[in-house]
């Protein structure tokens, strides 16, 4: 079986600082990660995803993420935070195989940008 | 083009009692899941489907839960005999078909309350 785990439950910076939203899995044969975005009201929203080939994988609204397979980590980072980047933020993981389309959650991460 | 849309957005029910949530995924997609968010929580998954059969239901948590999708498109979440501890969002997602690497695109969700 796999997990995730999102260190921070809250999260505040400046706007225009750097975001870090930490994300540690766990997934005994090779992972499928994502993070998703959740805006007050509205549904989950990807992101980005890693399946195969680069490790840094680029996403909407200027978030990246890169996958560490020695760290067992997928962390979440944007180089300068903007007002509309406050929202909940979840990473999920999945993995490769026939049955396995379930997304597995982290218990997400709060973001709020301090003006 | 339209999305994911659930209906109601929100139910109030009394233990006990009966309730169905709908889903309505984007048109063409074969995939469908259903998955619980409690207060503080990431979803979890629930359900399943490619076209009209069950593929996973590993995630239902007792046989008061059960869900249909008739003609593969609608699908339809049931609760017998609600209890306090149900309460919780419930999302629905659809993917043009399975397989994790597939995005899954979430509804907004029908909030469920139990008093």
């Known amino acids: 079986a796999q997990s995730v785990t999102q260190l921070g439950s809250h999260v505040s910076v400046s706007e225009g600082a750097l975001v870090l939203l930490r994300c540690n899995y766990s997934?005994?044969?090779?992972?499928?990660l994502f993070w998703y975005v959740q805006y007050p009201n509205q549904g989950l929203q990807l992101l980005l995803k890693?399946?195969?080939?680069?490790?840094l994988v680029k996403g909407i609204n200027g978030f990246e993420a890169e996958f560490k397979k020695s760290e067992t980590s997928f962390h979440l980072t944007k180089p300068s935070a903007h007002m509309s980047d406050a929202a909940e933020y979840f990473c999920?993981?999945?993995?490769?195989?026939?049955?396995?389309?379930?997304?597995?959650f982290g218990t997400g991460t709060r973001l709020t940008i301090i003006p | 083009g339209a999305g994911v849309s659930q209906t109601p957005s929100n139910k109030v029910t009394e233990k006990g009692k009966y309730v169905e949530l709908r889903c309505d995924p984007i048109?063409?997609?074969?995939?469908l899941y259903w998955y619980r968010q409690s207060l503080g929580q990431g979803p979890e998954f629930l359900i399943y489907?490619?076209?009209?059969?069950?593929?996973?239901d590993s995630g239902l948590p007792n046989d008061r839960f059960f869900a249909v999708r008739p003609e593969g498109s609608v699908s339809t979440l049931k609760i017998q005999r609600t209890e306090r501890g149900d309460s919780a969002v419930y999302l629905c997602?659809?993917?043009?078909?399975?397989?994790?690497?597939?995005?899954?695109?979430f509804g907004p969700g029908t909030r469920l309350t139990v008093l």
């Open positions: 999920a993981v999945s993995v490769r195989g026939f049955g396995n389309e379930k997304l597995t």
């Open positions: 997602a659809s993917s043009l078909m399975g397989g994790a690497i597939n995005e899954q695109f």
């Open positions: 997934s005994s044969v090779p992972p499928y």
């Open positions: 489907f490619q076209g009209t059969g069950a593929a996973d």
């Open positions: 890693y399946t195969t080939g680069a490790t």
């Open positions: 048109s063409g997609h074969t995939a």
